[in-house]
């Protein structure tokens, strides 16, 4: 009769327990989908930023183009002009050149009007006698008044015309440097411009990949699920958990003292603490929570973390919960995300905390990549 009972319990459970599993896979199903929904809605949106990135470095090519085509100008009119001020100063070398010739010449005949006195050429007109004699000399000393006059003339228009293209070549060389210049840094900054939004398309690409593949492995989960779901008796289905980077819930609320990695234990201790995971400052007691569907692994005390949880995520990941004051799961339970795990205790040195961890492939990773970002 007790054995009867006994079967009749067992029979009455098994219902139970298996509208509790389908509740789990429902839920575990709905969260799946919801990620796939969200992880296409980011692959429309990178398709979309990509065409908009596309069409920005369509219209950088064609300004760099440009400006290349500027600085061909640019330099070809500066070789001009640089030509140009060569021709210009080979002229003046040659007009000094004679000029440094007829120096002598000028110079003695500026001598000798000195010594003839402020009269000059005109004196010769009092040396001659003859009318005749007369005229020729006032040709000759008007000839050599104008001859003197106009070689002085032109010699200093000459200068001041060489002069004057000399500083107008120069003017226009340093425009056209400036220019030149300009549109060289034009040049660096479209081709900046054009190597940053080719490394945005290269890391689009990639995250469209990844979401691509993600969505993959989501997608055979989900197809797992709804058998399990539709099916009596399928084992449980472990959803990935690489689709939810950047999107799990975290363990509990609190606020992160301790991070992941290398740091220094304070600004004059000197010490550097290694962590594999971040410690949040809570209130004891909080309630902390399963941030991925799995199978407990591990529930007990263990050295340096008080009460510790260790939850299998499948595909080699892992979650640790440390510094729990006490634990509501046991090895080989199975859990879904957001299922309590225990409430927070203290850590070893005596503060409110809870300690977590996350493992991929054996190591330990940073699991604020992995968790929700905060408000």
């Not at 065409?51 to 085509?69: A, P």
């Not at 001041?160 to 060389?173: D, H, K, N, V």
């Amino acid at each position: 009769m007790r054995r009867v009972a006994g079967v009749l319990c067992v029979a009455a459970l098994v219902p139970l327990m298996w509208n509790e599993t389908r509740a789990d896979q429902d839920a575990a199903a709905q969260r799946v989908a919801e990620r796939l929904r969200a992880l296409r809605q980011e692959a429309a949106t990178l398709n979309t930023r990509e065409q908009t990135l596309l069409n920005e470095l369509r219209k950088l090519e064609l300004e760099r183009q440009i400006k290349g085509e500027e600085l061909i100008t640019l330099d070809a009119d500066l070789r001009n002009i640089q030509d140009q001020l060569a021709a210009a100063a080979a002229r003046a070398n040659v007009l000094r050149e004679s000029a440094d010739e007829q120096r002598p010449e000028v110079q003695q005949r500026l001598v000798r009007l000195y010594k003839m006195g402020h009269a000059g050429y005109w004196r010769l007109l009092l040396d001659v006698d003859d009318l005749q004699s007369i005229g020729r000399a006032y040709r000759t000393a008007a000839a050599l008044t104008r001859l003197d006059r106009d070689r002085l003339q032109q010699h200093a228009q000459t200068i001041e015309s060489l002069e004057g293209e000399r500083r107008t070549l120069e003017s226009r060389a340093r425009a056209f440097s400036a220019l030149q210049e300009k549109a060289a840094v034009a040049q660096l900054a479209l081709d900046r411009a054009v190597a940053s939004r080719s490394a945005l398309m290269k890391s689009i690409d990639e995250r469209r990949d990844l979401a691509a593949q993600l969505a993959k492995e989501l997608e055979a989960a989900h197809q797992r699920l709804q058998a399990a779901v539709s099916e009596p008796g399928t084992g449980p289905v472990l959803v990935p958990i690489r689709p939810f980077r950047g999107q799990m819930a975290w363990p509990a609320e609190g606020i992160v003292v301790g991070r992941f990695g290398r740091q220094q234990a304070g600004r004059t201790a000197g010490i550097d603490v290694s962590r594999n995971g971040i410690e949040l400052s809570l209130p004891e007691a909080t309630p902390v929570s399963a941030v991925h569907e799995g199978v407990v692994t591990f529930a007990g005390p263990f050295t340096a973390y008080g009460n510790l949880v260790i939850i299998d995520h499948g595909g080699g990941a892992t979650t640790l919960y440390g510094h729990l004051a006490d634990r509501s799961v046991n090895k080989g339970d199975r859990v879904s995300a957001g299922d309590a795990v225990g409430t927070s205790g203290r850590n070893p040195g005596g503060n409110p905390a809870l300690y977590f961890e996350l493992r991929i492939d054996g190591q330990p990773v940073d699991p604020l990549q992995w968790l929700r970002k905060q408000p």
